[in-house]
């Protein structure tokens, strides 16, 4: 059976960091790419950041430079680290596994398609940055 939970979320000031965690069970982060998405209230679930079984990452472009997605092979969690949060960062942020997309591709999977296309998610972690 597979499960995602992550960690990590909280309210914190523009411009401060967070770190999520999604730890998994019932797969092996070897077989997987696994997705960083997040929700916002009104908004489409988008694709925030992405790795391979390969480590290969993918950002979209209003993360680039703040936020890096690594791998814990170890621990089978994979983490998200959030630097210089802005408001427009404020969401409920999800972690999700694929076992045939690359990054780039499980991360641009349409907004109003993705649930339904990938199968496997978290509970959700609420990320708040105040101004």
């Known amino acids: 059976q597979v499960q995602l939970v992550e960690s990590g979320g909280g309210l914190v000031q523009s411009g401060g960091s967070l770190r999520l965690s999604c730890a998994v069970s019932?797969?092996?982060?070897?077989?997987?790419?696994i997705g960083w998405f997040r929700q916002a209230p009104g908004k489409e679930r988008e694709g925030v950041s992405c790795i391979s079984n390969s480590g290969t990452t993918y950002y979209t472009d209003s993360v680039k430079g703040r936020f890096a997605v690594s791998r814990g092979d170890a621990t089978n969690t994979v983490y998200l680290q959030m630097n210089s949060l802005k408001p427009e960062d404020t969401a409920t942020y999800y972690c999700?596994?694929?076992?045939?997309?690359?990054?780039?591709?499980?991360?641009?999977?349409?907004?109003?398609?993705?649930?339904?296309?990938?199968?496997?998610w978290g509970q959700g972690t609420q990320v708040t940055a105040s101004s």
């Open positions: 999700a596994v694929d076992y045939l997309l690359s990054a780039d591709q499980l991360c641009n999977v349409p907004g109003n398609r993705v649930t339904s296309l990938v199968l496997y």
């Open positions: 019932g797969i092996t982060l070897d077989d997987v790419t």
